[in-house]
């Protein structure tokens, strides 16, 4: 008979919850690793999305500059709304070395606009253009809204407030628009006068679903600079307040044009626009739209600019004349010898800058 010994043994579990514990710490600090790691690297990220953002967008100013300067060395360049321009036509696109990757990448050039635009137009300031349209103008739309976000429309019957007093006091009402239109069919300094044409467009709620403006010469003189209540609405839908069409232009209408407005009491964004008939027109030789799309590697950052074509195009920048409601003038010129000192009537007075008159 064989008796089998039995060995009891005993199993000491202490230290297991340690384990688990540690195993435990071990994932925690794992994922904090991870979390940190996806952080930096996030960060990392943005900051070269933006290095690159600010390259794409620094190479887009240089091909709305190349094309700034290409206009003004008299260079002809290709009406493009919505194709892109291509070397030759526009020069290198690359900025830089190669090997960084950083170009414009694509340039629109739209030279007859459907509009002509003046944004932020300050109290007081005035804006001059001239144009062409591409067929008959029949009609000329002015429309203009507060800059500031003001819509308080006040009633026609209270007029606006003499130009001196603080345009403060202008409340919470859009500006009034000082608008002159002049042919430039001919350049004889009596038809210029005849036919330019000038009103005041004033803010006002009560002119109804449109507002209309008749052209007339300075032979109507009893109507010229009329008060012309605009078309205004504070719908949020509509993107100018105030707008008023100008009616009755004279015939053939496809000769060039010279506007000039005023802004008065608040900044104002100004935009106009022409028909010819029921049909839009277009203007040229006024301003140009300049587009283009800067990149860098994978970023791309897109810029357009509107610029005045009479301060660039060779031939066309505006002969700015002295006005003023009065002047006076001396002139004197050393003598010869047996002749005497000329001298202007009144003698060597100076002028009264009030007045235009000599001074006393």
């Known amino acids: 008979m064989t008796m089998r010994a039995t060995i009891k043994t005993t199993h000491n579990e202490r230290g297991f919850a340690s384990i688990v514990v540690v195993l435990i710490m071990i994932v925690v600090l794992s994922l904090i690793t991870i979390g940190f790691a996806q952080l930096a690297r ?76 003046f944004q932020n137009v300050g109290p007081g300031q005035g804006k001059y253009v001239s144009f062409t349209p591409s067929a008959a103008l029949s009609s000329l739309t002015v429309q203009w809204k507060s800059n500031s976000g003001k819509k308080d429309f006040k009633p026609l019957i209270s007029k606006f407030a003499p130009v001196g007093v603080d345009p403060g006091k202008w409340g919470n009402s859009p500006g009034v628009i000082q608008f002159s239109l002049t042919p430039l069919d001919t350049y004889r300094r009596s038809d210029l006068i005849m036919k330019t044409y000038n009103v005041y467009l004033y803010p006002s709620a009560e002119a109804g679903s449109a507002s209309y403006a008749t052209y007339l010469t300075s032979t109507d003189l009893d109507n010229q600079a009329q008060i012309v209540a605009g078309n205004c609405s504070d719908a949020p839908n509509v993107e100018y307040n105030c707008s008023v069409t100008i009616t009755g232009l004279p015939a053939p209408g496809t000769q060039p044009y010279a506007a000039h407005f005023v802004n008065y009491y608040d900044a104002s964004d100004v935009r106009v626009t022409g028909k010819s008939g029921g049909t839009p027109v277009k203007f040229s030789d006024g301003q140009a739209i300049i587009d283009v799309t800067g990149k860098a590697k994978d970023v791309l950052k897109r810029i357009q600019v509107r610029v005045g074509l009479d301060s660039l195009q060779p031939g066309l920048e505006p002969d700015y004349a002295l006005q003023v409601g009065s002047a006076c003038k001396r002139i004197s010129t050393q003598p010869s010898p047996g002749l005497t000192t000329y001298e202007a009537p009144g003698g060597f007075k100076s002028c009264n800058l009030d007045t235009g008159n000599l001074a006393d």
């Open 42 to 117: 996030r960060e990392q990220s943005n900051a070269l999305d933006k290095q690159l953002a600010n390259q794409a967008y620094y190479a887009a100013e240089a091909g709305i500059n190349d094309v700034v300067s290409m206009i003004k060395s008299g260079a002809t360049l290709p009406n493009t709304p919505t194709t892109c321009l291509t070397p030759p036509t526009i020069k290198n696109e690359t900025i830089g070395a190669s090997a960084n990757n950083v170009s414009y990448s694509c340039v629109l050039l739209n030279q007859k606009p459907d509009d002509l635009l």
